[in-house]
């Protein structure tokens, strides 16, 4: 995949391709390959590898590597980027079946921020495009094993990183089989007009409303007994929805059908869950709070008894227990629908939720590797924000840890390659810090400017490192004046060591030494 902008090629320029590698040749050429070191030599070679499949600026790359040049020379003939010539590399040569010497290394780099371990090498740039490349080499690889399926539930939820990550994938896998199910409802048009279509590989399905017949079926399968005129009023109340159609036959099956059919389906679920013992309900309540999936060790200590109103709640059929857990050493459970939880949470008076959502912070925080849930946790204490704003007691202790929840998970999502959902996260948390407030809010400012830089917003990062600049002149901080004149001339890059690289090596020097010169050489930016 390229990752960089392709520099137009000077009129004239040949387009040389490579053509006329058989088998043989072309096995004989990968092992010059991996004599040269260009290759794991500890890879067996594929018998027959062949040039099907392979695309014309495919077969450009592997002329090049044929005739020895590297991945610079390459990108130089090609009149590409660096990057662009390396991922090209690594696609080439995955479609021959082949390993890169240093791709497993790669893929390790890439793959540590998922599994909330910071990488060695944040790089510079938006490094998403060869992100996207490495996640995807690992799920071909895991579909050279076995087949593999990916499964992608309510994807109308998910941000547009993941959403760019699923189209990467079904766009660019290929040679080993891959199944990739989404499911969504039809508002994720309005954000993707184009999902599922215009893809030769790909198929999109349409579910339209159930017909009078299929809901009859349905409320057959639900009823124990004949019940036609319950059937009749129902038909007509569903619409053809099956959610609908379900929650109104439960709450007949549960006895609250003498009481009358609410209107809307909201009414509904509010009625059957006035069903429920008062503890129970409060239990709903509290699940609610911690979002459409939770845990039990989220609603209290003694998990004997939760586990046994969880039980009679799933019984019911308002939440269900899930297989797998994702957090180590505790029972998930997630809503059977997400109206369900969202009737529960407006049950829940104002007043109480602010102390709600600082339970279920604290008890995210008491979890092993807190890093990993760094978007929930900054959730909730906004959420607290909120309602404690509501009622005008916000303390500045409150709003301290909310600022920093807010920046651990700016830093996870930047770490990601999120950048479009670091800036938002990075501007919530500025929103919460006084104009005047030295130390977090310079930082904060810091951090958005990069994270806009890297989202390719460039006017936007720029006034924020103005931002930046004004706040560290006023403060007198020549760290981090130094940092927003560096960001404003887009001429950084971040290193653990605080390195700043330029085009001369001479001219690599220490931050803290470079950084004091760049402050007081800085202009008023």
């Not at 087949?147 to 994938?169: E, N």
């Not at 036609?228 to 619409?239: K, P, T």
């Not at 959902?421 to 951090?447: C, F, M, N, S």
């Not at 390195?499 to 090596?505: A, E, F, G, L, N």
Request: glycine share 8%; net charge neutral.
């Amino acid at each position: 995949m390229a990752t960089g902008t392709e520099r137009p090629r000077p009129p004239g320029r040949a387009h040389a391709t490579a053509t006329g590698l058989g088998a043989a040749p072309l096995r004989a050429a990968l092992e010059a390959l991996a004599r040269r070191g260009r290759l794991d030599l500890g890879v067996r070679l594929p018998a027959q590898p062949s040039l099907a499949g392979l695309t014309p600026r495919e077969l450009e790359v592997l002329r090049l590597l044929v005739e020895g040049r590297s991945n610079r020379q390459i990108a130089e003939e090609l009149f590409i980027s660096g990057k662009t010539a390396s991922v090209h590399v690594t696609n080439l040569l995955s479609k021959l079946g082949v390993h890169s010497r240093l791709e497993a290394a790669w893929l390790e780099r890439h793959l540590r921020p998922l599994v909330g371990i910071d990488s060695d090498d944040p790089g510079s740039g938006d490094r998403r495009g060869e992100a996207f490349a490495a996640w995807r080499r690992l799920l071909e690889a895991l579909a050279d094993e076995q087949p593999l399926v990916l499964v992608f539930d309510d994807l109308h939820w998910a941000d547009d990183a993941l959403l760019d990550f699923v189209d990467h994938v079904v766009d660019w896998a290929s040679g080993v089989p891959i199944l990739v199910l989404a499911t969504a409802r039809p508002d994720l048009l309005d954000r993707r007009p184009a999902w599922g279509g215009g893809r030769a590989n790909a198929t999109a399905i349409r579910l339209s409303a159930l017909s009078p017949e299929e809901t009859a079926t349905l409320f057959g399968a639900l009823f124990a007994e004949s019940a036609a005129g319950v059937h009749a009023d129902l038909l007509e109340r569903a619409g053809g929805n099956p959610f609908y159609a379900e929650e109104f036959a439960r709450m007949v099956l549960d006895g609250l059908g003498d009481r009358g059919l609410p209107g809307s389906v909201q009414g509904l679920i509010a009625a059957r869950l006035d069903g429920p013992a008062l503890d129970e309900k409060e239990l709903l309540q509290n699940a609610a709070v911690v979002g459409r999936v939770f845990w039990t060790g989220s609603l209290g200590d003694d998990r004997p008894r939760l586990e046994e109103a969880l039980h009679a709640l799933a019984r019911r059929e308002f939440v269900r227990r899930e297989r797998r857990s994702s957090i180590a050493g505790e029972t998930e459970y997630s809503f059977r629908h997400t109206l369900i939880r969202d009737v529960a949470y407006e049950q829940i008076p104002k007043a109480r939720r602010a102390t709600k959502h600082l339970v279920a912070a604290g008890w995210i925080e008491s979890l092993p590797r807190r890093e990993d849930y760094a978007e929930m946790l900054s959730s909730h204490y906004l959420r607290a924000v909120e309602y404690a704003d509501a009622d005008g007691v916000v303390s500045e202790e409150l709003v301290e840890r909310t600022v920093r929840a807010l920046r651990d998970a700016g830093d996870r999502a930047l770490s990601l390659h999120a950048y479009p959902p670091a800036a938002g996260v990075y501007e919530r948390a500025i929103a919460l810090q006084p104009d005047g407030a030295p130390g977090p809010r310079g930082e904060l400012l810091l951090a958005l400017g990069d994270a806009l830089a890297r989202a390719g917003d460039q006017e936007r990062a720029r006034e924020t490192f103005l931002t930046a600049a004004e706040l560290a002149r006023r403060s007198g901080s020549a760290e981090h004046l130094a940092r927003a004149a560096l960001g404003y001339g887009g001429r950084f890059v971040w290193s653990r060591a605080w390195v700043i690289r330029s085009s001369s090596p001479s001219s690599r020097r220490p931050w803290p030494s470079r950084a004091r010169r760049t402050a007081t050489c800085a202009p008023a930016c």
